[in-house]
């Protein structure tokens, strides 16, 4: 087994998160995001089922309009990277494991249904939003957009409330 090195240090972590933002921002001209990748793999599913149904549909067509593949989008690739650079950090460190993490009381099968319930709320509210906490809380808190430090004050508020709201249920 290899020896566990220890964890960075949550300022150092913020502040090379800051450089990379800034790295992004010059090299390729936007930010950070993450949610938009599900869509294009979505998109990218749908266009192969049903390619006249995905074109006509206002959410998913442009996507694909002139035989563009989505998946060939940025934001496909940055989430793969950063896939597998959190895979190979985790092996690097020591820190790789499989396990279900979640509340002590729950079992196995519960904790998979809040992880799938929280993603699935995530997601639609990334959608909803048009952002998630990377491309939405991050980069456009790093631009000073309204959007962006609004999103960020309601995802904490939301994360707090719902602690509260759940912390005797779980103990």
């Known amino acids: 087994m290899m020896k566990q090195r220890p964890i960075w240090n949550s300022h150092a972590a913020g502040a090379v998160l800051g450089l990379v933002l800034l790295l992004t921002f010059v090299l390729t001209g936007h930010g950070l995001g993450a949610s938009g990748a ?7 599913a749908a266009n192969v089922v049903a390619p006249a149904a995905t074109q006509a549909n206002d959410y998913l067509g442009w996507m694909v309009e002139g035989g563009r593949n989505p998946l060939n989008s940025w934001i496909t690739w940055e989430v793969i990277g950063v896939a597998l650079g959190a895979l ?3 092996w690097w460190s020591g820190h790789l494991r499989v396990r279900l993490e979640g509340p002590p009381r729950a079992n196995n099968s519960g ?42 004050i309601g995802f904490f508020g ?13 103990k």
Do not use: N, Q
């Not at 939301?158 to 779980?170: D, K, N």
């Open 88 to 90: 190979a950090a985790a």
């Open 111 to 152: 904790r998979l249904a809040l992880a799938l319930a929280g993603g699935i709320l995530s997601g639609f509210g990334a959608r909803v939003s048009a952002g998630c906490t990377s491309g939405l809380g991050l980069s456009g808190s790093a631009t000073l957009a309204t959007a962006g430090f609004v999103f960020l």
């Open 158 to 170: 939301a994360g707090v409330l719902t602690g509260l709201l759940t912390r005797r249920m779980w």
């Open 38 to 44: 599900p869509t294009a793999i979505a998109a990218a």
